[in-house]
């Protein structure tokens, strides 16, 4: 995986502006191999992801149909007579599975560079059902509603806008051959789109780390579930946005300070993918 992801996030020579160099100085390595780890580690624990969604209610619906929602965990899965509520779930899941597989690989360089026709046209089915995706939770937000009350729903309906916007921003420059621009709205829209796995995550690492200090197990609601609807979207945007920052900076100690960011950011990326798959996804799966 290094290898293949060692210009992740180290955007290559584009329309619009001169190629990064390469990095030289230990503070200018330091930044990019740690950028390497991190998606290393998220790539990978989305992969586990989709593996359990597929799992979980890809056999279900081949062998139920829609009713087979009922038969998994998702709240209220399944309710009789709501069609366009049922449909929406399962596009959601289906489209999934789709968009949280096929994300990383449009960040793979030796992909994006070998395979340009490959990687356009993922691009575009990328895109096209991240917005699906997006307006099918807009729908199940708020006809069915979400655990987590207004909060919830105000966090993943935010979400769902900036997908949109981000996918619209990220057509927008390439069609322009802006590449540069594309690539770093693409990556944001990356982040915004992972959001559904950095919450679980999230979740997961604070549950094995702190007990669950903060979380309503009834409700599910919580100052730390409050805190986690923003965070899913708003902490991975951020850590991105330091990234670009210190590629651009000539301070080392910028560039220091943020791959030691992108080295915590994976310990917990690691952590959380593991409390994930060993405390919620592998046990539903046996």
Request: charged content about 10%; aromatic content about 14%; cysteine-free.
């Amino acid at each position: 995986m290094t290898t293949a992801t060692q210009a992740f996030l180290n955007e290559e020579t584009s329309t619009d502006q001169p190629a990064l160099p390469q990095p030289k100085a230990w503070p200018d390595r330091m930044l990019r191999y740690s950028g390497i780890t991190w998606f290393s580690a998220a790539a990978l624990g989305q992969w586990i992801f989709v593996f359990y969604v597929v799992f979980q209610y890809v056999p279900e619906l081949a062998q139920f149909g829609l009713p087979g929602l009922a038969n998994t965990t998702l709240p209220d899965g399944y309710i009789a007579g709501d069609m366009m509520g049922n449909l929406a779930i399962a596009s959601h899941v289906l489209v999934a599975i789709v968009i949280i597989g096929s994300g990383p690989l449009q960040l793979i360089p030796q992909i994006r560079n070998r395979f340009p026709t490959f990687h356009r046209y993922v691009g575009r089915v990328y895109i096209l059902m991240a917005s699906i995706t997006s307006i099918a939770g807009l729908y199940i937000v708020w006809t069915r509603g979400v655990p987590g009350g207004m909060v919830g729903h105000l966090a993943i309906s935010l979400d769902a806008v900036l997908i949109l916007v981000f996918g619209g921003l990220a057509i927008n420059f390439a069609i322009k051959r802006q590449i540069a621009r594309h690539r770093r709205w693409a990556m944001r829209l990356f982040m915004v789109v992972s959001a559904v796995w950095f919450f679980r995550i999230g979740l997961m690492f604070w549950f094995m780390t702190t007990g669950g200090i903060g979380v309503d197990p009834e409700t599910f609601e919580g100052p730390f579930l409050t805190f986690m609807y923003f965070g899913q979207m708003a902490i991975p945007l951020l850590i991105l946005e330091g990234y670009f920052l210190a590629q651009r900076s000539k301070s080392p100690a910028v560039k220091s300070a943020v791959a030691a960011s992108l080295i915590l950011a994976t310990g917990a990326t690691l952590l959380g993918t593991f409390a994930a798959t060993m405390g919620m996804w592998f046990p539903r799966l046996l």
